[in-house]
Nanobody
Framework: VQLQASGGGWVQTGGSLRLSCTAS????????MAWFRQSPGQEREFVAA???????RYGDSVKGRFIFSRDSGKSTWYLQMNNLKPEDTANYYC??????????????????WGQGTLVTVSS
């Protein structure tokens, strides 16, 4: 399975961006998808996760602002990011695994990763 993330860019505070992650290869086997982010010198942070028949979950810092969605027919999932803040600046990574797991917020449980897409929010 290969993951390709896209949609990052530069935006002013309060703006919006939508990230996409498309899976190729044996993508029909994926049941859990997620987004993480990492800033320089910081640990990777859970942002959002969702999967087959699962309501999206969100990290505390993005609840109410970010929306996770997926298009199973296209093996693609999205992260709609609204009301962006400078502290949202980071490299955003998509991740996936075959089965849903209760520790979906831990990056170590994911088997497949995209290359990262940079989001920069200016104040």
């Amino acid at each position: 399975v290969q993951l390709q993330a896209s949609g990052g860019g530069w935006v002013q505070t309060g703006g919006s961006l939508r990230l996409s992650c498309t899976a190729s290869g044996n993508s029909f086997s994926l049941s859990a998808m997620a987004w993480f982010r990492q800033s320089p010198g910081q640990e990777r942070e859970f942002v959002a996760a969702g999967g087959s028949g699962r309501a999206p979950r969100y990290g505390d810092s993005v609840k109410g602002r970010f929306i996770f969605s997926r298009d199973s027919g296209k093996s693609t999932w999205y992260l709609q990011m609204n009301n962006l803040k400078p502290e949202d600046t980071a490299n955003y990574y998509c991740a996936a695994r075959s089965l849903w797991i209760t520790t979906y917020h831990k990056d170590t449980v994911y088997d497949f990763w995209g290359q990262g897409t940079l989001v920069t929010v200016s104040s």
